[in-house]
């Protein structure tokens, strides 16, 4: 039965949840997630790279010949990857700073050659636009939300975008940050009880 | 055959298009992450190194060949005077190249101070090259003509406790300025009246 775009855009926000639910993708999940504001930049930058290149392998798909895919693949990704590292320094250097070398890293994520191989060469450009996207988002959403928890218990607030933040000791004046939690032994501790949360609902 | 010759076809054109789109878009970003990097990287360094100056250094900076690389030269105007310079030059770090930021007094050929730009150093040890300002300080008020080392090579600068190799590249890369400090001296000097102006 083909889905419609609507449940190709909404699998990748939790059916597919690319870091929970498929546990693709945690070399970036576990590392840059020390701040809400690194984990939604992180997924920006992949969820355009994962919407540009799902776009152009499912155009191309026809072209591509069958044996050299992984490599044009690469090729593609890669190009989007050092778009994105280009723009991030140009427009937002002091995140692009914070990512360092994750951004390029972004290359070998297995969720953009994960979506190419099972999705965007088997697929018309107008579902793979919404597989690209509906991931990515995902992605995003679920940086964010363990960037968030860990930042929030780690340094007692949070803030994003320098502007909007939230301090946990006005509500609990007696909580004192615990930095453990955004050091790495913390991302996987957060990371497990992300997961146990969210194996836990279930489907 | 036929597919062989499909094959590197596809692959030679892809290699091709990606490369133009990436030619153009770092043609088109230049200029841009340029002005970022000063902003971001060098920008908080000079104003540690260059504070209370009456003029913005990074407006009024010039560019100087020296050897095949061209240094920005950032200046600073104190009372009336635009005397000092800021410059920027690497050393070799445990992590990989230590920018170091290192201002001097061209009228008395002393370091006004040192920032570090930037650094691949390990959090909590290297990096304090650049969190805890009393190791840079130790730069400030020497004399150009000599060289700096750490006191465990026999000179004058305590290195960072576990951090010696971060210690001695920020050393190298200070001492690395003082020279080309003096070699440009004269061209400095002929550059710097432009600005005073």
Known sequence: ????LVQEFTKGLWQELPPFRLVLGLCPTLGVTTSMENG???????????????ILISMLRSVIPSKVRIACFIIIIASFVTIVELLMQAYTYPL???????????????????????FAC????????ADGLGIGIGYTLALGSLGAIRELLGHGSVTVWGHLSYNLMSAFPSYHPFTFMVQAPGA???????LCLINAIGD | MNEMVKMVVVLTVLSAAAGGVLA????????????QQLRFVKGPAIETILAGS???????????KEGDAEKSIFVGKFDGKANTIAFEEFGKGFGGDIGVMVGVNMDTDKL????????????????????DPSFVSQFKGLPVANPVSVTKDGGQITAISGATITSRAVCAAVDKAMQAYQKMKPELQQEIKKVGK
């Open chain 2, 54 to 64: 009456s003029i913005n250094p990074i407006e009024n900076r010039f560019e100087i």
């Open chain 2, 24 to 35: 153009a878009v770092n043609k088109g970003t230049a200029s841009q992450i340029k002005d």
């Open chain 1, 188 to 194: 996987f501790i957060c990371l497990g009880l992300m």
């Open chain 1, 96 to 118: 692009y700073l914070k990512l360092g070398v994750f951004i390029p890293l972004i290359v070998v994520n297995c969720i953009l050659l994960g979506r190419a191989e099972a």
């Open chain 2, 112 to 131: 006004v101070g040192t920032a570090v730009t930037v650094h691949s150093e390990t959090p909590g040890m290297g990096a304090r090259a650049k969190d």
């Open chain 1, 40 to 54: 939604l930049g992180m997924g920006i930058a992949t969820t355009f790279v994962l919407f540009g290149s799902n």
């Open chain 1, 122 to 129: 088997k697929n018309n450009v107008s579902s793979s636009m």
């Open chain 1, 1 to 4: 039965m083909p889905k419609t």
